[in-house]
């Protein structure tokens, strides 16, 4: 250890496989990537599509389980998790914000910020709660229903419910995929700020670069590999980055 700030690791995967199918027909997702996500850091998963990034974030985050390989949430390996313990980590270590914000239509904005917590029977830190509504601006909007709001509005509300429950890990998948270019920066520079203020950590995937450049660094996946990391990214650099793996026509 040369510096006092070495990051801990909130996500890993080693080795990882994922063969979708069989036969002829299979598919090699995942053909053995190791990455870890620093705690305390925004990271962009970034590749074309049909690289793996869906299948490596759903990996990392039990919702899909390796063909070989491991994956950890912080210390625990997933592989090692039966089904109920696997959901029980995913309820409390995990915060999710996917493209179509799957907020719950009967309820009420501020019940499905609660959500996780209320399915976890946990109370919950009033000021945490308080300070992520706040923070995603729905203070005059609790008590509306997702049918009321607008797109970033319900996607501000996943991200204020992923991040209720204090998770180890928010990973987002496309999250501003659904979003025009400024609603998609605002739900960005909340994730970023987010992390940045409060030093919880966000993975998330993207083919976008101006999106991947609002993460601390950026991973690169092409077939199924990783193929190249970036620090500090900015739009254009990600950009250049990504014209290397297009196929020439
Ligand atoms: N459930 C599935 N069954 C079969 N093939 C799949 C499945 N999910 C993804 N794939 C294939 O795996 C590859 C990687 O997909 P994915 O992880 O979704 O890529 P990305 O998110 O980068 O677009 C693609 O070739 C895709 O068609
Ligand atoms: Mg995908």
């Known amino acids: 250890m040369t510096t006092a700030t070495a990051l801990t690791t909130a996500a890993r995967v080693a080795d990882a496989v994922k063969v979708y199918g069989v036969g002829d027909t299979a598919v090699r997702a995942l053909d053995g990537v190791s990455v870890a996500f620093p705690a305390g850091r925004f990271t962009a998963i970034m590749g074309p599509s049909g690289s793996g990034k869906s299948t490596l974030m759903h990996c990392a985050a039990g919702l899909d389980t390796l063909t ?16 109920r313990r ?13 493209q179509s914000f799957n907020l719950v239509p009967t309820l009420t904005v501020e019940e499905n910020i609660r959500l996780p917590l209320d399915l976890a029977g946990a109370a919950g830190e009033a000021e945490w709660i308080d ?23 319900q996607q501000r509300v996943a991200v204020a419910r992923a991040f209720a429950g204090r998770p180890d890990v928010v990973f987002a998948d496309e999250p501003t995929g659904n979003l025009d270019s400024r609603t998609g ?4 520079g909340l ?26 660094e950026v991973v690169f996946l092409a077939d199924g590999r990783l193929v190249d990391r970036m620090e500090s990214p900015t739009a254009d650099l990600v950009l250049d980055r990504m014209k290397a793996f297009e196929v020439p026509s």
């Not at 994956?71 to 039966?82: H, K, P, Q, S, V």
């Not at 300070?131 to 509005?153: E, F, M």
């Not at 920066?185 to 960005?188: A, K, M």
């Open 68 to 83: 070989s390989g491991a994956a950890w949430i912080g210390d625990t390996e997933l592989g090692a998790l039966d089904d």
């Open 86 to 98: 696997l959901t029980l980590l995913r309820r409390d270590r995990v915060g999710f914000v996917f």
């Open 131 to 153: 300070a992520l509504v706040d923070t995603v601006g729905l203070r005059d909007r609790l008590h509306h229903r997702p049918s009321q709001l607008s797109g970033g509005q």
């Open 185 to 188: 920066g605002e739900v960005l």
């Open 191 to 216: 994730l970023a700020g987010t992390v940045r203020r409060t030093g919880r950590t966000v993975v998330m995937v993207t083919h976008d670069p101006v999106a991947a450049a609002h993460a601390d």
